[in-house]
């Protein structure tokens, strides 16, 4: 990186058109405006090749929740490819990053949830879920338990199984999404549909459609419900608190197994270690990623209770990935618990971080542009309308407000993402009241920009 540092912006602009294909982007328009390019990054914020400092209440990709530039985990990946940089977990073998990395998060995880299938990414991790949960009623004699129920607009990855378990119709129009067997209810999105935060008869209709879905298709049919504690890329839909107990009651009922993807969630984001933590739930089956590593490694996986793993573990699982516990990732992911529990980072996004965002939220809730706040711990959206009271939506020109504001908090060197007309934050962790008093302010500016 040191060489392509030292090229002008412009040239590695040119570069990047006619080379590079970026994920969920027209890659002509981008070519046509040039991406920004980032140079380096240190705590909350980001340098540009333009030597603009920017600051990142996304987190990355909401993974990087110890922040940039924690020289212990360079030097722990250094030291481990040194000491041995790869070697698989297949065929009888295992290593030690990986053996250390599955007891810790052994330990982290509540309930019973005792036994990690390491993997790649979020999405591996949920193409991992699918073939294990459908073999795990297959090797239970029950082989026609196969399908899924996951929410519209959920975001579970972009490979075919967890493209499939999402629920984004623009990623089902291409590629032949989603597979057989899968089926979509609605999400708690009280915001959109005129209800409360805390409304409670909300949050239990919402969590109805669970059992009508399993209904309709047959109990006995039904594998599996996925479902982000609080989803995130689909909008930072926060649910009444009636809606999460229900939903588990109602998978216990019907002998559903109930999966949380945690890959946003997971590892302090909502102010517990787990957001199922936070929604009062004890899911079968965790799907993690993102914060694992900070995003500082790639690795994701499955964390799975006794009683899944004491059937899987019976039969041979004819699945794995050859980066399925990489060496080099696990010790990363080591030492960022390592560093989480040492700094108290859970604790610290529980008791001062989050009472801190949501008094900026509340500044910003009076902006005219704000319709209303979903919060939890360091995950938030604002969704914008022109009218608060009825909740209305843009129309016209300003139909793309949330790519308007976008664009104005990248002007105001912020980075805040937008998911239809919802501006999104998800800073990292370790962000101090004061950085959420700046964060505040350049978001002010953003929004009267946009108005
Ligand atoms: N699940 C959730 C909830 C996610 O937000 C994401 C990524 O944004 C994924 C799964 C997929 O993870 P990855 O991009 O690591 O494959």
């Given at each position: ?26 890659n002509?328009e ?64 295992s290593?030690?990053?990986?053996i ?34 459908r ?39 291409q ?19 005129g ?47 009636t ?16 999966i ?6 997971g ?8 957001g ?38 019976a039969?041979e ?5 050859t ?35 949501a ?33 209305a939506?843009f ?22 993402r ?20 700046e964060f505040?302010?350049r ?8 108005y």
């Amino acid at each position: 990186s040191s060489i392509t540092n030292h090229l002008p912006t412009a040239e590695l602009q040119a570069l990047d058109a006619a080379h590079h294909m970026h994920p969920f982007t027209t890659n002509n328009e981008l070519a046509a405006k040039g991406a920004r390019i980032i140079t380096r990054a240190k705590g909350i914020y980001l340098t540009d090749s333009d030597g603009n400092e920017i600051l990142d209440a996304m987190a990355g990709l909401w993974c990087v929740n110890l922040g940039y530039g924690r020289p212990e985990m360079g030097k722990v990946a250094a030291r481990q490819m040194d000491e041995l940089p790869f070697y698989n977990t297949f065929f009888m073998t295992s290593h030690v990053p990986a053996i250390a990395l599955a007891a810790k998060l052994a330990e982290l995880a509540p309930g019973d949830l005792n036994h990690v299938f390491f993997a790649g990414s979020g999405s591996e991790a949920n193409d991992t879920n699918l073939r294990m949960v459908r073999t795990y009623w297959a090797q239970k004699g029950q082989p026609e338990k196969s399908h899924f129920i996951s929410r519209n607009n959920a975001y579970h990855g972009s490979t075919v199984g967890a493209g499939s378990l999402g629920g984004m119709t623009y990623m089902h129009e291409q590629g032949g999404l989603p597979i057989p067997g899968i089926h979509h209810i609605n999400q708690p999105d009280w915001w959109s549909e005129g209800a409360e935060s805390n409304d409670r008869d909300f949050g239990l209709a919402r969590a109805k459609e669970l059992e009508a879905k399993i209904l309709e298709l047959g109990a006995d049919k039904v594998a599996a419900f996925i479902a982000e504690p609080v989803q995130g890329a689909g909008g930072v839909v926060v649910p009444p608190a009636t809606y999460w107990p229900e939903i588990q009651r109602i998978c216990k009922k019907h002998d559903v197994l109930l999966i949380a993807d945690e890959v946003i969630c997971g590892f302090g984001r909502t102010g517990n270690w787990f957001g199922s933590q936070t929604m009062g739930i004890t899911p079968d089956i965790m799907t993690i990623a993102k914060g694992l590593s900070s995003g500082y490694a790639p690795i994701g996986g499955s964390i799975v209770s006794d009683k899944i793993a004491e059937v899987i573990n019976a039969c041979e699982f004819n699945h794995g990935y050859t980066y399925s516990g990489h060496p080099v990732c696990a010790a990363v992911a080591l030492e960022n618990l390592r560093i989480m529990e040492e700094e108290s980072i859970v604790e610290h996004v529980r008791d001062v971080a989050a009472p801190a965002l949501a008094d900026e939220l509340t500044m910003l809730n009076e902006h005219p542009l704000v319709g209303g706040v979903n919060v939890s711990g360091l995950m938030a959206s604002l969704p914008l309308t022109p009218h608060k009271e009825s909740r209305a939506r843009f129309a016209g020109n300003k139909g793309d407000v949330g790519f308007i504001c976008r664009e104005n908090c990248f002007a105001n060197n912020l980075i805040m993402r937008h998911v239809g007309d919802r501006m999104i934050i998800s800073p990292p962790l370790v962000i101090t009241p004061e950085e959420l008093k700046e964060f505040g302010k350049r978001a002010k500016k953003a929004l009267d920009a946009t108005y």
